[in-house]
């Protein structure tokens, strides 16, 4: 049996932070405000991949009002979910960040090996794209970006 989720983040971006994004940190003059470290990425995976595997949303897992998760890595809570879905497999997840700037083909790359490494997946089963809004709305006006994600799960034979 095949499962579908999708996820969706979005993040303001605030001075004095860095940017991370796909666990990579992206040479910006700003950086997403959130609990953790605020990649929007990571977070947007997440979801799709609880959704799809009826576990729920991400601040059920990682509550925003826990101080252990208080500037935490998104790929450490990428893995502890990994964990949760021991009964699926990941056939593959697309992603778009979707962010006026900066332009972030060049880290790609780098974001598709954490994001594999992390799940223990090939890096040919992820991949991660960005486009703009056109300068329109938050992330046109440069004061957020935001990430969505579709994964397809398939149970795993004997579970």
Same mark, same amino acid.
Not at 49 to 74: E, M, N, R, W
Not at 109 to 122: D, E, G, P, Y
């Given at each position: ?20 994004? $796909? ?7 700003? *950086? ?13 995976? /997440? ?6 595997? $009826? ?15 208080? $500037? ?37 790359? !780098? ?16 991949? /991660? ?7 329109? $709305?938050?992330?046109? !006006?440069?004061? *957020? ?15």
């Amino acid at each position: 049996m095949n499962r579908v989720g999708q996820g969706f983040d979005a993040h303001q971006l605030v001075e004095g932070r860095k940017l991370v994004l $796909g666990g990579v940190d992206i040479p910006y003059e700003k *950086g997403l405000l959130g609990h953790s470290d605020a990649d929007v990425l990571v977070h947007a995976i /997440i979801d799709a991949l609880l959704g799809a595997a $009826g576990l729920g949303v991400i601040g059920q897992h990682f509550p925003d009002t826990d101080p252990q998760y208080k $500037g935490i890595s998104s790929l450490i809570l990428l893995e502890h979910v990994s964990g949760l879905l021991k009964d699926y497999n990941i056939n593959n997840i697309d992603s778009t960040l979707i962010a006026q700037e900066p332009k972030l083909q060049d880290f790609f790359s !780098r974001m598709k090996t954490n994001i594999a490494k992390s799940l223990s997946l090939n890096e040919d089963q992820v991949n /991660i794209k960005a486009t703009t809004t056109e300068m329109m $709305g938050f992330t046109g !006006r440069k004061e *957020g970006i935001a990430a969505m994600s579709t994964v397809l799960l398939s149970k795993k034979e004997n579970t």
